[in-house]
């Protein structure tokens, strides 16, 4: 029987920014460690070997791991090539692998490429039978002398290229079935579903599986039919470029660019398509004007990946992850108002926070803050305020509800601070200084106008207001400025001075 022999009975250790931020200062790497052995195109017998990342340092019992296999056309390329990713990776807490698989070895046609269709599905085949030798690989280490320490429940796939059109099939075709001629035809050729790369001296074949792939790293790559996406597959993310002229954006020829004797494929965005149709977790980064490689290049497209990514991965290892770490919510009376304070120390997939306010009638939102951090993403320490203009005498008590991009939610800890009476004022500024999003909050039941002027008088800025709302202030000179709210007959109801800077 074939078996998974799945760890999923313990934790992994989520949290901390682990999975999503670079919590270990350096990988560990263990190079060229065999995990198959099998006959290439040409009949050469190749060993396949692999480099693998682990955390410097890590203690956990068990690890997600990703395996990767590189680009090329399935002409060229070698694992040194996703090496910069699995080393990302192994720094965020994962176990990664950078694989070799065999390339195609026949003869080419007139532009370096795969001469017969066939034969490019052939490269495919072999390369997904390479992937499942390398599952298998630490599938049998997970049930054995845990080396590794892997999490067999959470194996993910990944490549670019060439290198991705082999985990794209690898995922999602499990079983023939699936498939018409040709591809049923060449992978029962390359020994079936299972595949026939095997460990040398000591077999796997037909004690391990590599069912059970968790989700799947897509760079530029397609598969021959969008259909192998089905409901209940494997999660999947993707980035391409928009102008990919050697794989697809969508549907259409491989290497439209070079050639039109490319075969038809789905790319990333009909994969997309198919999956959102079917009901399969997925994401795309489009990289708009992104051609096939030199993308990847651009530092911008890069971070933007790794953010990306690492969200999105994270929250399948580890999922209601908090949306923030290390927060601790504080309450002043201050200037005839009470004033409500915390710093973050990062922030994953952070939406904002909803200020809520204990009445008789259980907990109420009093206001809503927006997250600082870029794309909900930071790990670095950002400070946050908020003012409450209409408080009660006797305890005031608070907390923050704290909303993620995808939904999850939890709560702060609760603060309470007394407040004995007096005028409350009914108009506040906040926060002061300002650097990029001031907070105008007012006690007017109807719109207001809020003017922005210089030291001078000179008007600067007008904005209509009601209750507490953000104004963008970046375009503003740093220098001091004075707030003048006027309610809807135009009387001036409140003043503030701040400072932009």
Not at 386 to 395: A, H, L, S
Request: charged fraction near 15%; include cysteine; aromatic fraction near 10%.
């Amino acid at each position: 029987m074939l078996s998974t022999f799945s760890t999923a009975a313990q934790s992994l250790p989520c949290g901390n920014g682990r999975f999503v931020s670079g919590v270990f200062p350096s990988a560990t790497v263990t190079p060229a460690v065999l995990y198959g052995r099998n006959t290439t195109y040409a009949g050469v017998v190749q060993d396949l070997r692999m480099d693998i990342f682990q955390p410097t340092g890590d203690v956990a019992a068990i690890r997600p791991l990703f395996i990767f296999a590189f680009g090329g056309s399935f002409v060229s390329g070698d694992r040194t090539q996703l090496a910069y990713l699995c080393d990302s990776l192994a720094r965020k807490g994962y176990v990664a692998v950078a694989i070799d698989y065999r390339l195609y070895d026949g003869p080419l046609g007139i532009f370096g490429l795969v001469l017969n269709p066939n034969d490019g599905i052939d490269a495919v085949a072999k390369g997904m039978s390479d992937i499942k030798a390398a599952i298998r690989f630490f599938k049998r280490d997970a049930a054995t002398t845990k080396t590794y320490r892997i999490d067999t429940a959470n194996i993910f796939v990944g490549g670019i290229s060439s290198g991705s059109m082999a985990a794209l099939h690898t995922t999602y075709i499990n079983s023939i079935a699936e498939t018409v001629a040709p591809v049923s035809t060449i992978i029962t050729a390359n020994g079936g579903i299972q595949g026939n790369t095997d460990l040398p001296g000591t077999p796997l074949l037909g004690t391990y599986s590599f069912a059970g792939i968790r989700g799947v790293w897509n760079m530029s790559g397609a598969l021959y039919d969008s259909g192998y996406i089905k409901a209940g597959d494997a999660a999947l993310f993707g980035i391409h470029g928009t102008a990919d002229d050697v794989v697809p954006f969508g549907y259409g020829q491989l290497f439209s660019g070079v050639t039109n004797l490319g075969q038809f494929v789905s790319g990333s965005s009909s994969l997309h398509n198919q999956a959102n149709n079917v009901g399969v977790q997925t994401k795309l980064l489009p990289v708009i004007g992104g051609d096939h490689v030199n993308m990847y290049f651009d530092p911008a497209t890069l971070t933007s990946l790794d953010t990306s990514a690492s969200r999105y991965f994270g929250n399948i290892v580890c999922p209601g992850t908090l949306p923030v770490t290390g927060i601790y919510l504080k309450a002043n009376v201050a200037n005839k108002h009470i004033e409500l304070s915390w710093q973050t120390l990062t922030e994953t997939d952070s939406k904002g926070f909803l200020v809520e306010k204990q009445t008789t009638n259980g907990w109420k939102s009093v206001g809503e803050i927006t997250s600082k951090a870029a794309n909900g993403y930071s790990v670095l320490p950002l400070g946050y305020s908020f003012i409450d203009v209409q408080p009660e005498n006797g305890y005031n008590t608070y907390r923050l509800k704290m909303i993620s991009l995808n939904g999850n939610a939890t709560y702060s800890n609760t603060t309470k601070v007394v407040w004995k009476g007096g005028t409350v004022i009914p108009f506040v500024i906040y926060p002061n200084p300002v650097n990029a999003v001031l907070y105008a909050k007012t006690t007017l039941t109807s719109t207001g106008t809020l003017k922005i002027y210089s030291p001078v008088m000179r008007l600067i800025q007008t904005h209509i207001v009601m209750g507490s709302q953000g104004i963008a202030v970046s375009a503003l000179s740093d220098g001091l400025y004075l707030g003048i709210l006027f309610d809807h007959q135009n009387k001036q109801a409140g003043s503030s001075w701040f400072i932009k800077k």
